[in-house]
């Protein structure tokens, strides 16, 4: 698969805590960004931060928090990203939790699939 030129950047905000039964959001929406067929996601894990309740979380060793934030990022063509978003309404619904989504204009200069490995 090759995509260049303009796509969508969809950007997830949540936290290290928010979970769809045991397992963590975070897993549950890169394995459904995979099986729905989106080009990638990369999950990522603050070191500090705050969101609507205005707490701080840190990873500070004296004020450690169980509840990082966590930005997941998924590029890939606005026909694939928008259908995507009503499954991510769900599992916010199912995970009971808060959150942000955030989608912007991208320009695509390289993404071509490596070699398979393994």
Same mark, same amino acid.
């Given at each position: 698969? *090759? /995509?260049?030129? *303009? $796509?969508?950047? &969809?950007?997830?905000?949540?936290?290290?805590?928010?979970?769809?039964? #045991?397992?963590?959001? #975070? !897993?549950? +929406?890169?394995?459904? =960004?995979r099986s729905a067929g989106l080009a990638g996601a990369t999950v990522?894990?603050? &070191?500090?931060?705050? %969101? =609507? @309740?205005?707490?701080?979380?840190?990873?500070?060793?004296?004020?450690?928090?169980?509840?990082?934030?966590?930005? +997941?990022? /998924?590029?890939?063509?606005?026909?694939? /990203?928008?259908?995507? /978003?009503?499954?991510?309404? !769900?599992?916010? !619904?199912? $995970? *009971?939790?808060?959150?942000?989504? @955030?989608? !912007?204009?991208? *320009?695509?200069?390289?993404?071509? #699939? %490596?070699?398979?490995? %393994?």
């Amino acid at each position: 698969m *090759e /995509i260049v030129g *303009e $796509a969508k950047l &969809l950007r997830i905000f949540i936290g290290e805590s928010d979970k769809v039964k #045991h397992t963590p959001l #975070h !897993e549950v +929406i890169v394995n459904e =960004a995979r099986s729905a067929g989106l080009a990638g996601a990369t999950v990522w894990r603050g &070191l500090l931060g705050f %969101g =609507a @309740t205005a707490r701080i979380r840190t990873t500070k060793l004296l004020d450690l928090s169980s509840d990082l934030p966590m930005v +997941i990022e /998924i590029v890939d063509e606005e026909s694939k /990203i928008n259908p995507f /978003i009503s499954k991510l309404n !769900e599992l916010f !619904e199912q $995970a *009971e939790c808060g959150g942000l989504m @955030t989608m !912007e204009k991208v *320009e695509i200069i390289r993404y071509l #699939h %490596g070699p398979q490995r %393994g």
